[in-house]
């Protein structure tokens, strides 16, 4: 039987530092060899993610920005995106402001180039998260973010805030009532930024569980070949679809209890692990 594994990224598929371990890195480009496919779903863009798994020779096509953009990472091809309405980025970054915050927005030209705007001066999360990515040609600074948009031919994937819980929660709530049917309001606390939490707003259809929803139809998939791994909040969708789902030992403790298996941890190469455990047990058969 040929076996799809879709795996998170950043706190599952990565160590704590950000990169792959060796042992995951052979086991992966050892079954990209096989029959079997591997793929990711991961909160990053492209380019962010070709940073740190370039090197794996992805068989089965990836979500990015938290399944915004589903692509073919063989063919380099966008294969669908789901992304937000103008009026909803008016809206949003007009309630921002309101609330003392700008965002991050994520962004495809019609030449399928990432751009991430954002306005002068930003919060300390955001430079924080800019200082993490030096001379990344991606960041726009633009006077008026709204303007920019309008003027440029580009798609808002995703908007990010990055800031204290206290400053963020007060937002959350109020996009829940007003927009809860348009957009998706996830709140995380930072994997990487010490104190401060990320607010992601995208389309209600930018989410794992739709993108992968997407390929199960396309492929045709059974829920006994589908191998979901993940460890945060922002799993939950993909991991309630039928398949063998998992969580890494350093998961959230709703994923813990969500998952069907708990496996080791990130910093121990669980997803590799577990991979290998499945493919030997399959042709020892």
């Not at 480009?29 to 798994?53: C, D, E, M, P």
């Not at 995208?202 to 390929?215: D, P, Q, R, V």
Request: charged residues 15%; hydrophobic residues 40%; aromatic residues 8%.
């Amino acid at each position: 039987m040929e076996h799809i594994f879709i795996t998170d990224l950043d706190g599952t598929l990565l160590q704590s530092n950000g990169f792959l371990s060796v042992e995951s890195e052979e086991v992966l480009n050892q079954l990209a060899l096989t029959q079997h496919k591997i793929a990711f779903a991961t909160a990053r863009g492209l380019t962010s993610a070709q940073k740190v798994i370039h090197h794996i020779g992805w068989n089965f096509p990836v979500l990015l920005n938290n399944g915004a953009v589903i692509y073919d990472w063989q063919r380099q091809k966008v294969l669908k995106i789901n992304g937000i309405a103008p009026q909803l980025i008016q809206m949003i970054l007009e309630l921002g402001s309101a609330h003392g915050l700008s965002p991050l927005i994520f962004t495809l030209n019609e030449k399928f180039e990432e751009g991430i705007f954002y306005q002068q001066n930003p919060s300390k999360g955001l430079h924080y998260f800019m200082g993490m990515r030096p001379n990344d040609p991606r960041f726009v600074e633009v006077e008026n973010i709204s303007d920019a948009l309008i003027t440029a031919d580009t798609q808002g994937l995703v908007l990010m805030f990055i800031d204290s819980y206290e400053a963020l929660v007060p937002l959350k709530l109020y996009l829940q009532e007003q927009a809860a049917n348009q957009v998706n309001c996830l709140l995380l606390k930072d994997q990487y930024i010490p104190d401060q939490f990320v607010l992601e707003i995208s389309s209600t259809t930018a989410t794992k569980e739709h993108g992968i929803a997407y390929l199960i139809q396309e492929y045709n998939l059974k829920p006994e070949q589908l191998h979901l791994f993940g460890d945060n909040l922002n799993d939950q969708g993909m991991l309630a679809l039928p398949a063998n789902t998992y969580a890494v030992s350093n998961a959230h403790p709703a994923i813990l209890a969500q998952a069907t298996h708990v496996i080791p941890s990130n910093d121990q190469s669980g997803v590799a692990q577990t991979i290998q455990h499945i493919i030997s047990r399959e042709e020892k058969r």
